[in-house]
């Protein structure tokens, strides 16, 4: 069911009856002629309520429409709100930050360094800077993979809330709350299997420190995205 099949069923419901079928609507100089008329001395101040019925229909349309389109479903976790969504045939979690309206819209400051460990590797050429984040990419270039794979990498991230978005597909990655740096936060595991019988994983954690989103992730361990976090230092 569409919205314009709700909207139709609840129009046709509602002007079956004569008495309900909308009235005309004179024009605004025909109105205000006829109220210099009829109120000389100003319009009477009346409360203005939709007829019970009306609003049973309207409140109804709006339960139907959530239903539809699936908005009635949002969860909180983590410091972060979700909505669910279908998009190809899966399930996803849309993630967003809270209180977007009340932070900066964009970088205004650097909230951390990242002490990467040695083991890893900058790309310079992979890291930048917009006006609602900030990326660096690091590599582990010692890394033994199979062929054909890429390797360990790692991406720190700074967002601005009003820009953040994730994508949760629910039958195949898992999320639960964190507390990291102090805040309140989610990781999220994601398990993609390739056809050759090998594994890829990529591990997230993604926190609100009060002014930004901040989201490391990569194709290692918790572990390893936890040390990184760990040597993070405040600017």
Known sequence: MTLKDVLEEICAEEYALPENAPRHCFKRAHRRAVNAVLYPNGLPKTEKKLPLKRRALVITAVVVLAVVTGAASIIR???FWFTKNRFNGYDYLMMFAE???NAPKTIEKFCYDCNAPEKYKRLDRMCHVSEDDVEEMYVDV????????????????QITKSSFVNHIQTEQDEFKPIKTKGFDGVSIVTSIDFDDGTKYMMNTVIWDCGDYIHMVNGTVSMEEIMSFIDGMTEK
Do not use: L, T
């Open 142 to 157: 010692n890394a033994v993979v199979p062929e054909n794979h890429g390797s360990p990498f790692v991406r720190v991230m």
């Open 77 to 79: 976790c983590g410091g």
């Open 99 to 101: 209180n977007a309206e």
